[in-house]
């Protein structure tokens, strides 16, 4: 289909994000390289990193421009990725407006491990590429997660990692910014129909949106403690540690400034036990 007419999201378009620089509707499998060998001119890839085999057109049934991820042969549910591994070549992005529209059951779903679950996603491609790395980021626009404090309900959470092995050799992550709501003891319980899943992200600057609804934000700097926010609050939260001291992850100054000059690859996530439908997903840059 065309794009010339898909409206700007409000908040990509406050922070002047009005250029559509990636856009897939899934009408076919013509803008995915089904084959297996990482052939330039995709928009996806059947070819996934961390040895998951790759997919079929089994895991990936495309109907009504809708694709259903389903993986047979099921790893870590790194889904469909928009970088090829093995051709080394594909979509990267820094800094953007990232969004999906996409639905999943939230009901009869049994235990599943947390690398299963439906997710949209952003990686530094030095990993997904097999490069070594000492430093990258990782942003969680979407984690559908069971929230056990709640009867196993099915939340949504968004959530910033700094993958950093020269500072946190031990655990090589940073702060976990997961769902802010958590901090408030407030849950976004997710139902079975179409949601749209997003993130802004901008120097030193990063915000989740859900139907378009500002959900929580982190803000960073160098040589500063990174500070998170819950909805349009502007008073920063509690760090992680003082809310989860069993579970938080130290911060340190200038935390997550490595989102300012990484190129990420963007993923659409689901699994053999709990498949994904995806409507749509779209990037806006400046």
């Known amino acids: 289909m065309s794009f010339k007419n898909v409206p700007i999201p409000a908040a990509a378009e406050a922070a002047g994000m009005t250029k559509l620089v990636f856009a897939d509707d899934f009408d076919s499998y013509d803008t995915i390289d089904m084959s297996g060998e990482g052939k330039p001119g995709y928009l996806w ?18 109907h009504d421009s809708v694709v259903t991820i389903q993986p047979e042969r099921a790893g870590a549910a790194v889904g469909l990725p928009t970088y090829s591994r093995k051709g080394q070549t594909g979509f990267v992005y820094n800094k953007g407006y990232a969004e999906a529209r ?37 942003l969680d626009i979407l984690e559908a997660v069971r929230a056990h404090q709640i009867g196993n309900a099915v939340i949504y959470t968004g959530t910033l990692h700094d993958h950093n092995r020269l500072e946190s050799p031990e655990t090589r992550l940073c702060t976990n910014t997961i769902n802010a709501t ?41 040589g500063e403690m990174p500070e998170y926010f819950y909805r349009d609050d502007p008073t920063p939260l509690p760090k992680a540690e003082d809310v989860w001291p069993d579970y938080g992850r130290p911060a340190w100054p200038g935390a997550h400034t490595i989102m300012n000059t990484d190129q990420m690859v963007l993923f659409v996530s689901g699994h053999r036990d709990w498949p994904v439908d995806v409507d749509w997903v779209r990037v806006w840059q400046k």
């Not at 890839?45 to 495309?62: C, F, G, M, Q």
């Not at 139902?191 to 982190?218: G, I």
Request: glycine content about 6%.
């Open 182 to 222: 958590g901090y408030q003891d407030q849950f976004d319980v997710l139902d079975d129909d179409w949601h749209t899943y997003a993130a802004l992200w901008d120097e030193n600057y990063v915000a989740w949106y859900l139907d378009n609804k500002l959900m929580h934000s982190a803000r960073y700097a160098d």
């Open 102 to 138: 996409m639905r999943f059951k939230v009901t009869d779903i049994g235990e599943v491990k947390h690398g299963q679950i439906p997710a949209f996603w952003a990686l530094g491609v030095d990993d997904v590429a097999g490069r070594h790395w000492n430093h990258i980021g990782e």
């Open 45 to 62: 890839y059947a070819d996934r990193p961390y040895s998951n085999p790759t997919l079929t057109k089994e895991d990936l049934v495309i």
